[in-house]
């Protein structure tokens, strides 16, 4: 009798110390960023295109509705959030410009999950400039050259007669988008989510950090022939723009019309031209898709899931054909919403109507995993956001864009139902998006909004001057 009390006393004391050790293990971070994403998937209502591994994603985490990026290019917007900062104070607004150069000693996110003894890694395109302070234990980057030149292979065989340019005009050809007789293999982001994957298995049996960056569905638009033939261009709306008579767009601004060298580099496209583009992006972000849910499959066969927290977003929206655009680089809503889904043990799924922006990742992440926030944060944690689905998102969301053509520097403030523009030279606009999603009627002048104006201007000025001293948050 003795000895079978003695049996169970270790069997019990060795089922607590395994207990423990589990409950004190740190949780891995997954970070996935993509490339050009918006809001077009499954999970996000949108009817036309096939993303199964992000909607599954979606609905086994929390999908914030309305998250909003603080610039909608890629090396601000990455500086931003990879630092909690906003544009205006990490100096950056441009393709070029280091983060370190305004910000010589702030931790990135990275950076500070090593310092606080995690395994750190980043895969493909994270960083748009590479940060000499950012040292992780794997760093690998992508072979961009490779869709490109699958783009030139595949749309010499759809249309031989459609040839490059000359130099004087710019290498390239006027459509950026085709569909490939390649296999899936062949492309970047094929590759990327293989390093993904050996990343994984390296970091299997230690807390680890591991952001992700793919590349599709920027341009070029460009996928294996599935992808595209698996969306029915015949199904696809277009935005007002296109439809009958068109959009008067001779009242906007001209900072907020940049010229389409994204997509459409030396024509207007047709409306089938449009129609052809859609498919195109859509196709991407279903290819980018099927990577994704490689790398998540992985982490599941790793058994890795439940002490993993999940986020993922794009780096920033994107135009496609709303006001004639077909890029990024505006304060419209196509160009600055972004999709942002959280997984987190302990979190139940669900969705999150309330303003969020991505500056908030990198303090939502160290309440998550429970490591100290930086001082130099300016974002807002959404872990009440993610425990609570009656909490609250903030006031306002707020977006900087220099115009590319006219130089000027802009803002947008988004509410739960209006978005406001401004750009230097006191031009203004006004939406009520709960009546007008496609942003087509400008309030701005109306004496009924004059209160609603005051507000705004007011928020944003209170937002920037809170910004520039490092005061915290809104």
């Known amino acids: 009798m003795k000895t079978l009390l003695r049996v169970l006393l270790i069997a019990l004391g060795c089922q607590h110390v395994t207990t423990t050790v589990a409950a004190e293990r740190k949780p891995n971070v997954l970070f996935i960023i993509v490339d050009d994403l918006t809001t077009t998937l499954?999970?996000?209502?949108?009817?036309?295109?096939?993303?199964?591994?992000?909607?599954?994603?979606?609905?086994?985490?929390?999908?914030f509705d309305h998250a909003y990026t603080q610039f909608a290019?890629?090396?601000?917007?990455?500086?931003?959030?990879?630092?909690?900062?906003?544009?205006?104070?990490?100096?950056?607004?441009?393709?070029?410009?280091?983060?370190?150069?305004?910000?010589?000693?702030?931790?990135?996110?990275?950076?500070?999950?090593?310092?606080n003894g995690y395994a750190t890694g980043r895969?493909?395109?994270?960083?748009?400039?590479?940060?000499?302070?950012?040292?992780?234990?794997?760093?690998?980057?992508?072979?961009?050259?490779?869709?490109?030149?699958?783009?030139?292979?595949?749309?010499?065989?759809?249309?031989?007669?459609d040839k490059p340019r000359s130099k004087a005009k710019g290498d390239g050809?006027?459509?950026?988008?085709?569909?490939?007789?390649?296999?899936?293999?062949?492309?970047?982001?094929?590759?990327?989510?293989?390093?993904?994957?050996?990343?994984?298995?390296?970091?299997?049996?230690?807390?680890?950090?591991?952001?992700?960056g793919f590349i599709r569905p920027h341009t070029p638009f460009v996928a294996p022939k599935a992808f595209f033939e698996a969306i029915d261009t015949r199904q696809i709306t277009l935005p007002p723009f296109y439809s009958e008579g068109g959009e008067d767009l001779t009242q906007l601004p001209k900072a907020s019309l940049r010229p389409n060298n994204n997509v459409f580099r030396y024509a207007a496209p047709t409306r089938e031209e449009a129609r052809d583009?859609?498919?195109?992006?859509?196709?991407?972000?279903?290819?980018?898709?099927?990577?994704?849910?490689?790398?998540?499959?992985?982490?599941?066969e790793l058994q890795l899931e439940e002490n993993t927290i999940i986020v993922?977003?794009?780096?920033?929206?994107?135009?496609?054909?709303?006001?004639?655009?077909?890029?990024?680089?505006?304060l419209?809503?196509?160009?600055?919403?972004?999709?942002?889904?959280?997984?987190?043990?302990?979190?139940?799924p669900g969705a999150r109507s309330g303003l969020a922006e991505q500056v908030d990742i990198y303090p939502t992440l160290c309440d998550l995993a429970e490591l100290p926030k930086p001082k130099h944060l300016q974002g807002r944690s959404l872990k009440p956001m993610l425990d609570d689905p009656t909490a609250r998102g903030k006031q306002v969301a707020v977006s900087t864009m220099i115009a590319p053509h006219t130089k000027q520097r802009g803002h947008s403030l988004r509410t739960d139902a209006?978005?406001?523009?401004?750009?230097?030279?006191?031009?203004?606009?006004?939406?009520?998006?709960?009546?007008?999603?496609?942003?087509?009627?400008?309030?701005?002048?109306?004496?009924?909004?004059?209160?609603?104006?005051?507000?705004?201007?007011?928020r944003l000025a209170a937002h920037l001057k809170s910004v520039v001293e490092n005061s915290g948050l809104r």
């Open 42 to 63: 499954g999970c996000y209502g949108n009817p036309h295109v096939r993303t199964p591994g992000m909607d599954a994603l979606a609905a086994g985490g929390v999908r």
């Open 73 to 115: 290019l890629c090396n601000p917007s990455r500086c931003s959030f990879l630092t909690g900062c906003y544009p205006e104070k990490t100096g950056v607004m441009d393709l070029t410009t280091s983060l370190r150069k305004a910000l010589p000693d702030e931790v990135t996110l990275p950076q500070h999950f090593k310092d």
């Open 123 to 161: 895969v493909g395109k994270v960083f748009h400039v590479p940060d000499p302070k950012t040292k992780l234990d794997v760093e690998l980057g992508s072979a961009l050259h490779r869709d490109n030149k699958i783009l030139t292979e595949a749309k010499t065989a759809n249309d031989p007669d």
């Open 173 to 212: 050809y006027n459509r950026t988008y085709a569909a490939s007789s390649r296999p899936a293999a062949d492309f970047t982001d094929y590759a990327i989510a293989d390093d993904a994957i050996a990343t994984l298995e390296q970091f299997k049996a230690k807390p680890f950090f591991l952001a992700v």
């Open 277 to 300: 583009a859609m498919q195109a992006y859509l196709a991407s972000t279903s290819f980018v898709d099927s990577q994704i849910a490689r790398v998540l499959e992985k982490l599941r």
């Open 312 to 330: 993922l977003t794009g780096d920033h929206g994107y135009q496609l054909g709303e006001h004639g655009l077909w890029a990024k680089q505006t």
């Open 332 to 348: 419209f809503e196509g160009a600055n919403h972004v999709p942002l889904i959280i997984a987190a043990p302990g979190v139940q």
């Open 418 to 458: 209006f978005r406001y523009i401004t750009w230097e030279g006191g031009e203004e606009l006004l939406y009520d998006l709960s009546t007008d999603a496609d942003e087509l009627h400008n309030l701005a002048k109306q004496p009924a909004q004059a209160e609603r104006l005051t507000r705004m201007r007011e």
